[in-house]
T-cell receptor, first 110, second 117 residues
Framework: DAKTTQPTSMDCAEGRAANLPCNHSTISGNEYVYWYRQIHSQGPQYIIHGLKNNETNEMASLIITEDRKSSTLILPHATLRDTAVYYCIVFMNRDDKIIFGKGTRLHILP | GAVVSQHPSWVICKSGTSVKIECRSLDFQATTMFWYRQFPKKSLMLMATSNEGSKATYEQGVEKDKFLINHASLTLSTLTVTSAHPEDSSFYIC?????????????FGPGTRLTVL
């Protein structure tokens, strides 16, 4: 079973910041938080990952709470091309395998 | 990020035939690759872990004789759907661990859509 809880769907206006929440209350100390997204009929695309600290790259920012029980993916200026299913995943890497939950279907509204 | 390719992108075959899908890591060597299956409007389901030079590890409920996996080199894993039937029609996606990253981030291929008539 997936170790994360995400809202089923969210809407965001084009040009605004999209904030996607994820709960992972049972996360262990050596598990990372990963975010992937899947645009229709394509393979999942890696977005970002983090362990404890907040992270930022050219695609998004990842905010992890101090207790690590939840996180938020932020797309700073959403475009129509950001419409996708976003998956929040926690796992240890190297020896672990990714189990996908249902993700959040993000709709960007023009 | 790293590049993972799949071939073919889509395939249509007759019931009873076998279909081979290739997964390649283009700019890195991957000792471990994964195969997933995705039905319409569903999430990805892990089928098996493919290890270079050894047997694949299958998830519970996945028939190893039905879905043959061969990871003969560090850049290629193949999934063969043997004696395909219409219920095997699905979107098959592979991923590969990139060892160049500090924590072996997984990157996914674009997927192969299989339709069995």
């Amino acid at each position: 079973d997936a170790k994360t809880t995400q809202p089923t769907s969210m809407d965001c206006a084009e040009g605004r910041a999209a904030n996607l929440p994820c709960n992972h209350s049972t996360i262990s100390g050596n598990e990372y938080v990963y975010w992937y997204r899947q645009i229709h009929s394509q393979g999942p695309q890696y977005i970002i990952h983090g362990l404890k600290n907040n992270e930022t790259n050219e695609m998004a920012s990842l905010i992890i709470t101090e207790d690590r029980k939840s996180s938020t993916l932020i797309l700073p200026h959403a475009t129509l091309r950001d419409t996708a299913v976003y998956y929040c995943i926690v796992f240890m890497n190297r020896d672990d395998k990714i189990i996908f939950g249902k993700g959040t279907r993000l709709h960007i509204l023009p | 990020g790293a590049v993972v390719s799949q071939h073919p992108s889509w395939v249509i075959c007759k019931s009873g035939t076998s279909v081979k899908i290739e997964c390649r890591s283009l700019d890195f060597q991957a000792t471990t690759m994964f195969w997933y299956r995705q039905f319409p409007k569903k999430s990805l389901m892990l089928m098996a872990t493919s290890n270079e030079g050894s047997k694949a590890t299958y998830e519970q409920g996945v028939e190893k004789d039905k879905f043959l996996i061969n990871h003969a080199s560090l850049t290629l894993s193949t999934l063969t759907v043997t004696s395909a039937h219409p219920e095997d029609s699905s979107f098959y996606i592979c991923s590969a661990r990139d060892p160049r990253t500090s924590i072996d981030t997984q990157y996914f291929g674009p997927g192969t859509r299989l339709t069995v008539l």
